[in-house]
């Protein structure tokens, strides 16, 4: 390869769309363009008929409104009594007073519009690259998009991980078209020379400061966007060093430059701190199901390994060969995947471009490509009518009125404990409770007079706490001793999650069942006012 060549990246548009079709598609609608919008749709309506789990959204918007009432970024925790006034860093501040100006405005069913149109441009702007990569027939990046969708799904619940979607995907497009404005020239695949080309990307990569500046102060997530742009780096290193091509010098600035953003956040320097911390913390490594590596005995996992499956059996069948930057991109993403579960989302976003590009290698080696006609376009619009509507219907103010079983047609998951929590709230000294890991979050939305003994925030307590209550959930021999010693006279208890403490306290004579539904058990010791 000589200086100043390199490899046709796979997000490029290596097969241009015919004028001729372009013409076409503005004047009708193409059965491809159906399965654009399909695709699109159909993760809308996937998002706008969620419903709203207990374990993370309501602890956040209680954040967000103590965040707008006192005007200033929350510190220390104040809402547990086991771990009361211990700092804590609220570095999704944002977010959480978004979703609470939301919730005010509008209530749940905003928020979950919110959550599906954020998720769903995600979706969307992914669309567009798995489109430069699957060539002139749309169905490629439609499957593409799915497939991604498919694979984080899990990832999707309500919570202000909302925004990382949006603002991964136009990292990943920024640094796409910078690559895409590389390429060109009288000889496809060569280098632009230096001009007007390298002046557009230098200028496309500076949107990347300020989108980190303002995804350090809504979400973790932030560090993946990190993590993605370091891919880039390292590939036009890795051409630099190699094979003679120029130093990313822009690239490295703009990297550098961003890097730095972060730190613009009440965190300040902190925010390296608290990112180190968070990876560090014993807990996050031992009691967080969501880094524990992906099984294949939870649907997450099962999707993972199918998709990765798909992939490799694709590259392997297709005889498409991965770019530089596609190969590190991958490989990085995945290898994060099969670290964790929470990072499976970021590699569908990473890796769905060349799954599109190895899909259309694949039909290609197969015989000719199918030559898109008008003869059905009034069936293909009637198809976009009927996808239109059930996309309108989807919205969450016509939920209650469709015919869905009960549970969907609530905005709130049935392992809430709503009815539970109200009753501990009306108790005249509900005292200290002891609760499930997943009603904490509620409790603090829904009884904030009452202090919490655990919640989602996993980092905020130690991993004795932690041991002690599996020790007590699971009733072991000392449980009534630990319950003591944390002065804990109310009993909130998940009947599947915790059945061995509800048999257990249902057969001690110093505890009573003063409330139960279909999920939940409330006892009060025997002592208790």
């Known amino acids: 390869m000589s200086v100043g060549q390199t490899e046709w990246p796979s997000g490029l548009p290596q097969l241009g769309r015919p004028r001729a079709l372009q013409r076409v598609g503005r004047a009708t609608l193409s059965l491809s363009q159906v399965w654009v919008l399909v695709a699109l749709v159909g993760i809308f309506i996937v998002l706008s008929l969620w ?63 919110f959550h599906a149109l954020v998720v769903t441009s995600a979706y969307a702007l992914l669309l567009r690259l798995n489109r430069l990569a699957g060539g002139v027939d749309l169905r490629w990046a439609a499957l593409s998009t799915l497939a991604a969708a498919a694979v984080g799904v899990a990832s999707w619940n309500v919570r202000p991980q909302t925004i990382s979607f949006l603002l991964f995907a136009v990292t990943l497009y920024v640094l796409e078209r910078c690559e895409q404005n590389r390429f060109s020239g009288p000889l496809v695949g060569t280098v632009k020379p230096e001009g007007l080309s390298a002046f557009r990307s230098s200028r496309l ?21 990190l993590t993605l742009v370091g891919s880039y780096v390292l590939a036009r290193l890795v051409g630099w060093l190699r094979h003679g091509e120029r130093l990313p010098q822009s690239l490295i600035l703009v990297s550098g430059v961003s890097g730095a953003a972060t730190l613009l956040s009440p965190l300040g320097l902190g925010m390296v701190e608290y990112v180190l911390g968070f990876l560090r913390h014993p807990v996050t490594q031992t009691f967080n199901m969501e880094f524990m590596p992906p099984s294949i005995r939870t649907l997450d996992g099962q999707l993972f390994f199918v998709f990765l499956a798909i992939l490799i059996t694709l590259l392997a069948q ?70 239109a509507l059930l ?74 706490q932690w041991e002690e209550y599996i020790a007590l959930s699971q009733a072991r021999y000392d449980w009534q001793g630990i319950l003591d010693r944390y002065g804990v006279d109310t009993l909130v208890l998940d009947r599947a999650n915790q059945a061995p403490l509800v048999q257990a306290a249902t057969e001690d004579s110093g505890w009573e069942a003063c409330y139960e539904d279909e999920r939940t058990v409330v006892f009060r010791g025997a002592g208790a006012p």
């Open 51 to 113: 419903v709203i789990r207990p374990h993370d959204f309501w602890w956040h918007i209680r954040a967000g409104q103590r965040i707008l009432e006192s005007g200033q970024i929350l510190r220390v925790d104040l809402f547990s009594f086991t771990r009361a006034g211990e700092p804590w860093a609220y570095q999704s501040w944002l977010m959480e007073a978004v979703l609470y100006v939301l919730f005010q405005a509008g209530g749940l069913p905003l928020v979950v519009l």
């Open 205 to 225: 990569l500076w949107v990347l400061p300020p989108l980190f500046a303002l995804w350090a102060n809504a979400h973790g997530g932030f560090v993946f966007g």
């Open 318 to 387: 297709s005889g498409y060969r991965p770019s530089r930057h596609e190969s590190i991109r991958l490989l990085l993403f995945g290898t994060m995947a099969l670290m964790a579960r929470r990072n499976i989302v970021w590699l569908g976003f990473a890796a769905t471009p060349t799954l599109a590009a190895s899909l259309r290698c694949w039909v290609a080696r197969r015989g000719p490509a199918r030559v898109e006609t008008e003869e059905r376009v009034g069936i293909n619009w009637a198809l976009a009518a009927v996808v």
């Open 391 to 464: 996309a309108l219907l989807s919205l969450p103010w016509f939920r209650p009125s469709l015919p869905l079983p009960a549970w969907r047609r609530s905005f709130v998951s049935p392992e809430t404990p709503v009815g539970a929590v109200a009753f501990v709230r009306d108790l005249p000294q509900p005292g200290r409770v002891f609760h499930e890991v997943g009603y904490g979050s509620y409790m603090i939305w829904a009884a904030p007079e009452v202090p919490v003994f655990i919640d989602t925030r996993v980092e905020l307590y130690p991993p004795q």
